[in-house]
Nanobody
Framework: QVQLVESGGASVQAGGSLKLSCSIS????????LAWFRQAPGKEREGLAL????????YYDDSVQGRFIISLENKKTTLYLEMNSLEPEDTAMYYC?????????????????WGQGTQVTVSS
């Protein structure tokens, strides 16, 4: 069982930066993948970035490549998403998620554990 709690969401102006945190508790293993997703009103949940707990391998969706950075604190208890050059289109509820398989995918169906989300609003 894995428990995830996001924090750090806020309202910011376009061009600004924000760093989200996800507190992790429970059994997280080196083979696991952790990821960040977001969901805007009326839209499907989309995957943004994932990281391998064991190797640190990262993968980004094209929509955030070069702007967002996913990282994992050394003790594997906090996952981060650093977001730069924010745009109004980045406005959404942001979620962290964990999967026990070793599939490097940003499809939500592969992830068994989810946090409750934290809201990010970007104004122009």
């Amino acid at each position: 069982q894995v428990q995830l709690v996001e924090s750090g969401g806020a309202s910011v102006q376009a061009g600004g930066s924000l760093k989200l945190s996800c507190s992790i508790s429970g059994n997280v293993y080196s083979s696991n993948r952790l990821a960040w997703f977001r969901q805007a009103p009326g839209k499907e949940r989309e995957g943004l970035a994932l990281i391998s707990v064991g190797t640190g391998y990262t993968y980004y969706d094209d929509s955030v490549q070069g702007r967002f950075i996913i990282s994992l604190e050394n003790k594997k208890t906090t996952l981060y998403l650093e977001m730069n050059s924010l745009e109004p289109e980045d406005t959404a509820m942001y979620y962290c998620a964990a999967q026990r398989t070793i599939i490097d995918s940003l499809q939500p169906g592969y992830y068994e554990y989810w946090g409750q989300g934290t809201q990010v609003t970007v104004s122009s």
